[in-house]
């Protein structure tokens, strides 16, 4: 019979420190509150405001991220940070935040991002297409992986290696979007896709082409991440991985 060599303990973040941007809604919410429930010993709660937009599907809604984290594990395991992604300084202090209070930075999550108009491509108005592409938005989605990788690499090179030899893990969340040329493929449901989900009609096409035929949760997305920040995936690296309920494979 085959030995698994794995450890019990391989999705862990134990004694972790991590950086988590768009943390107080959605699929940030749910990454730094289980990231947390597996160990971390500080999650950075970045986003432009501590409370979470209205109409996701949150756990304990009417609590702030780092609040929720610290009621159920202790003071000092979570922060908030005033943060807008799409801004080299405000990332940057987020990174020496985790490095002023956890000694280091180990787990960088780029995941803040906004929606953008949902219209078939043959009915796109060209100024619509500008400004999805305009540099406001277009900081909020691209920039700020961009920064989010950048100054979250300059510490991870500064700071003593784990004994596996890594210095720091990022994870990026992207889109199904990125992959197929759909309109509405939304597949967790967040104050983002709140528009989707509430409209039976489109809920009902879209479950139709999902193999597993319910909406995603953000809980979903954020296991993810816990593997792909975890020993877990240890020989995992440069990979982009569908959260989808097969949807991709369909
Ligand atoms: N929910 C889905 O089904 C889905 C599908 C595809 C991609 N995504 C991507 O996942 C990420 C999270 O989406 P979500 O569904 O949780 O959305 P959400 O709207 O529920 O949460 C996004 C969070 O990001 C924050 N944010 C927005 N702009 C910011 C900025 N400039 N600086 C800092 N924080 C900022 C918001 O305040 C909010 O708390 C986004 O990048 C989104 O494009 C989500």
Known sequence: MATSHMEPSAYTLKDKVAVVTGASSGLGRAIAVLFAAHGTRLVVCADLKPEAQAGGVDQEPGK???????????DG????VETNVA??????????EAV???GRLDVMVN???????KIKIHELPEEVWDKMM???LSAVNLRSVFLGCKYACAQFLKQKPWPSGDRGWIVNTASILGAVGIIDGAVSRTAMTKMNYEDQALSDRLMARTPWRTWGEAQDIAKAALFLASDGAAWITGAALPVDGGFLAA
Do not use: M, Q, W
């Open 111 to 117: 995941n803040a991002g906004l929606g953008v108009e």
């Open 134 to 136: 305009s540099v406001t």
């Open 100 to 102: 002023r209070l956890g």
């Open 64 to 74: 702030r991220t780092d609040e929720l984290i610290n009621s159920r594990h202790g």
């Open 87 to 96: 801004i080299g300084e405000d990332v940057s202090r987020c990174v020496e």
């Open 77 to 80: 395991r979570a922060l908030y």
